[in-house]
C-alpha cells in the first residue's frame, strides 16, 4: 500500500511502525477507551469548574477557603493557625495532615498586592504559551496545524486565565507542570526539575509528575536526571515532614479527618473530570470525553520525547482520579489540564498512519533460485 504524505507532523506518527496485528490491537485498545469514556455520562461528578461568584455553592467553597486564608495571613495570622480556623469555620477535615496545603503558595499571595499576582499568573501562562508554541512550530509541517494545536492549548488553560481563581493551588502547579514538560530538553533538565519541585512545593501531589519524568529518564538512560528528580523528590518529602510537624501542633483527635480516597469510580471520571476542567465542557458530555479520549490518544501517537513524556503523566493522573479521586476532589484534573487538548491536533495523522498499517496486506514472497 503507497504511504500517503504526512500532512501535519514532520514525521509519522509512533504508530507508521507497527506490523498489521499490532495496530488493528491499537485500534481495538483506542476502541475500548472511547467505549469506557461514555461511562462518564452515569458518572457522579461535580459542576465544571467556574470563577463565577454566581456559580458558587457557598461562602465556603474551596476557592473562598483559600482566599480567606491569604487574607488572614496578611492581616498577621500565622499560616497553620488561620488554616485551621478556616477550616474548621467551613466544616473541612482537619486530618490527616495533607488536608492542609503547604504554606508557600499563600505565604506569597499574602505579601503581594492583587494585581502582582494576576500579572505573575498571566506572565506564567504566556510562557507556557511561548514554550508550546515553538514546540509544535519544531514537530509541524506549517503553521496552520500550529495555529491549531495553541488553539487546543487556549482550550486548556480555559480556567486557568480566570482571575477569581488565583488562590487556587491547582490553577499554579498544574501551568508549572506545563512549563517544565515543554522546556525539558535531553541533556538539558536542571530548570525542568527546579519547576517541577516549584510544583510540588505549591501541591504535593505534583509529586506524581516529579515520579513519572524519574522513572522515564532513568528508564532511557538518563541516569543524572533521574537523580536530579530524586533529590526534588527527597526536597518535598523533608518539606512535608515538617508541614506535618505544624499541623499537629494546631489540631487534635477531635477534628474532623477526612473520609479518604477511595473513590473507584474508572476511566469514565477521569475523561468527564477532564472534560470540566477544559473548554470541553462547552460540548455535550458524550462529545466531550470522546474528544479528551482522542486527544489522549494523539499524545501517545506524537513521536517526540516530551510527547511520550506528556501522555506518561496524563495516564499517571489518570490512573490516580480513576482510582482515589472521589467527586468533590475532580480538580486533580488541573494539574495535566492545560496540554490535555493539544493531542487533538496529531489525531489526524495517528489515525491515518494506525488505519494504513491495520489494513497493510502486503506479503512477502521467498523464491526458490535454482542454479
Known amino acids: 500500500m503507497k504511504l500517503p504524505a504526512v500532512q501535519w507532523l514532520a514525521d509519522p506518527t509512533r504508530f507508521a511502525v507497527l506490523n498489521r496485528g499490532g495496530a488493528r490491537i491499537a485500534l481495538a485498545i483506542l476502541g475500548l477507551f472511547l467505549l469506557l469514556s461514555l461511562t462518564a455520562l452515569v458518572t457522579v461528578g461535580p459542576p465544571p469548574v467556574s ?9 465556603q467553597s474551596d476557592v473562598v477557603l483559600y482566599e480567606s486564608i491569604v487574607a488572614g495571613v496578611a492581616h498577621g495570622g500565622g499560616y497553620y493557625a488561620v488554616t ?16 492542609f496545603r503547604l504554606p508557600g503558595l499563600a505565604m506569597v499571595q499574602a505579601h503581594l498586592p492583587r494585581l502582582a499576582i494576576l500579572a505573575l499568573l498571566y506572565a506564567l501562562v504566556a510562557s507556557v504559551f511561548a514554550v508550546w508554541g515553538m514546540k509544535l512550530r519544531a514537530g509541524m509541517t506549517r503553521w496552520p496545524p500550529v495555529a491549531i494545536g495553541l488553539t487546543l492549548l487556549a482550550g486548556g488553560l480555559m480556567a486557568f486565565v480566570q482571575s477569581d ?16 514538560l515543554g522546556i525539558r530538553r535531553k541533556g538539558r533538565w536542571i530548570e525542568a526539575v ?3 519541585l516549584l510544583a510540588m512545593l505549591i501541591r504535593e501531589t505534583a509529586a506524581l509528575f516529579a515520579i513519572v519524568m524519574l522513572a522515564t529518564a532513568w528508564f532511557e538512560g538518563q541516569k543524572r536526571e533521574a537523580i536530579g528528580w530524586g533529590i526534588a523528590l527527597a526536597c518535598l518529602a523533608v518539606a512535608l515532614g515538617l508541614h506535618a510537624h505544624a499541623v499537629g501542633q494546631v489540631t487534635n483527635a477531635a477534628d474532623p479527618a477526612s473520609p479518604g480516597w477511595a473513590g473507584l469510580h474508572g476511566y469514565g471520571f477521569f475523561a468527564k473530570a477532564m472534560v470540566l476542567s477544559t473548554a470541553l465542557q462547552l460540548f455535550p458530555m458524550a462529545l466531550g470525553v470522546l474528544l479528551f479520549t482522542l486527544a489522549l490518544f494523539g499524545w501517545a501517537a506524537w513521536k517526540d520525547q516530551a510527547a511520550g513524556r506528556v501522555f506518561l503523566t496524563l495516564a499517571g493522573y489518570g490512573l490516580a482520579l480513576a482510582l482515589f479521586a472521589r467527586p468533590d476532589t475532580f ?20 489515525l491515518r498512519d494506525l488505519v494504513r498499517q491495520a489494513l497493510d496486506r502486503r506479503r512477502i514472497t521467498v523464491t526458490k533460485v535454482v542454479r
Open 51 to 59: 470563577g463565577d461568584p454566581a456559580k458558587r455553592a457557598d461562602d
Open 84 to 99: 485551621a480556623d478556616a477550616l474548621r469555620a467551613g466544616n473541612y477535615p482537619l486530618r490527616p495532615f495533607v488536608t
Open 165 to 180: 481563581l488565583w488562590a487556587f493551588h491547582e490553577i499554579w502547579a498544574g501551568l508549572l507542570i506545563a512549563l517544565a
Open 194 to 196: 527546579a519547576i517541577g
Open 331 to 350: 480538580y486533580w484534573a488541573l494539574m495535566v489540564a492545560p496540554l490535555s487538548l493539544i493531542g487533538l491536533a496529531f489525531v489526524p495523522d495517528a
